[in-house]
């Protein structure tokens, strides 16, 4: 997502700064709609801003590469029916909901309570159950091997998790509470086609971003821009 690759300062001192370096904790975008919806796991909402606010197992790196997210590492059965994730410890959801294998399972099952909202990934078809072994192991079993499901499972949606405690009547199929991630910034406001504000997430497993506040500006003729 190209407003989180500003750089946005460093360690250097005042006197060591170039001229045309700019240090900001502050970023302001410009995007031709509202953010809408940012359910992870419905297609409404703008990707930039789930990519920010939500977390999956695995990601995809700028080169194309599977790597850890909120599992740490993985193994595949020789069948390649079996994913065994080890999840990361200490991660907490933005409202201090506990991330854990339970946690991953009820997200899961939320994506298959609409099913057939996903069937443009192959794998949601594929998939036979989930499996909590113990808090920090989650499992996957499908039907038979399918050598793309870790791309799948690395897209910003529907493989993203939203704090259980955000769920409606159980499930995200209806849309969820609030917007609660695990994610590096959380959705501090939005005013519907006007502006919407992100800022850092202080419970953020990771290293925290030096730009501390997104603010992204709707301007409908689709004019974008950096400040």
Not at 8 to 36: L, M, P, Q
Request: hydrophobic share 35%.
């Amino acid at each position: 997502m190209s407003l989180l690759v500003v750089a946005c300062g460093g360690d250097k001192s005042e006197g060591e700064k170039t001229a045309n370096e700019v240090v900001k904790d502050e970023i302001v975008y410009a995007n031709f709609r509202d953010i809408r919806d940012l359910n992870p796991h419905n297609y409404a909402g703008e990707l930039y801003a789930q990519n920010i606010l939500y977390e999956g197992l695995v990601k995809i790196s700028p080169k194309g590469e599977i790597v850890p997210s909120l599992a740490e590492s993985w193994e595949i059965s020789e069948d390649g029916k079996e994913y065994t994730f080890h999840l990361r410890k200490g991660v907490l959801f933005s409202d201090g909901e506990k991330f854990d294998a339970n946690a991953v399972k009820a997200n899961f099952d939320a994506i298959m309570d609409n099913k057939d909202r996903h069937g443009w990934l192959e794998g949601v078809r594929l998939f036979n159950k989930f499996e909590v072994v113990d808090e920090n192991t989650f499992k996957i079993y499908l039907n038979e091997p399918y050598f793309p499901m870790m791309i799948e499972l690395g897209v910003i949606r529907p493989f993203r998790f939203v704090s259980p405690k955000a769920f409606k009547n159980g499930t995200t199929k209806d849309g969820v509470n609030e917007y609660i991630g695990t994610g590096p910034y959380v959705l501090k406001q939005n005013t519907v086609d006007q502006e919407a504000i992100f800022e850092v997430n202080e419970k953020y497993w990771g290293e925290k971003s030096k730009v501390k506040t997104i603010r992204v500006k709707v301007i409908p003729d689709g004019q974008k821009f950096f400040i």
